[in-house]
Nanobody, 122 residues
Framework: QVQLVESGGGLVQAGDSLRLSCAAS????????MGWFRQAPGKEREFVAA????????YYADFVKGRFTISRDNAKNIVYLQMNSLKPDDTAVYYC???????????????WGRGTQVTVSS
């Protein structure tokens, strides 16, 4: 089992930045690929970004490329999502996810956090 707790969400204005954090506990964090997903009101949950277990590989949804950066600190068991140039369309609940398989973390991860709300006003 892996427990994931997100933090760092909030209300910001368009163009601002936020950094989300996801603290992991349980099984060896460094063995898991990690990802971020989001779900806007009335929409399905969608993939945002993923990072491999040693951080050598990252993958982003097209709509965040160049604006968001995923990173991880295996010594602290934390994964981050730095979000710059935020837009109102980025408003959503952001979820941290984990999987021991790269394809899993970009599709249907095994483990999920409870989410943190990000609201971007225009």
């Amino acid at each position: 089992q892996v427990q994931l707790v997100e933090s760092g969400g909030g209300l910001v204005q368009a163009g601002d930045s936020l950094r989300l954090s996801c603290a992991a506990s349980g099984r060896t964090f460094s063995r898991y690929s990690m990802g971020w997903f989001r779900q806007a009101p009335g929409k399905e949950r969608e993939f945002v970004a993923a990072i491999s277990w040693i951080g050598s590989r990252t993958y982003y949804a097209d709509f965040v490329k160049g604006r968001f950066t995923i990173s991880r600190d295996n010594a602290k068991n934390i994964v981050y999502l730095q979000m710059n140039s935020l837009k109102p369309d980025d408003t959503a609940v952001y979820y941290c996810a984990a999987d021991d398989d790269w394809r899993g973390v970009t599709g249907e991860p095994d483990y999920w956090g409870r989410g943190t709300q990000v609201t971007v006003s225009s």
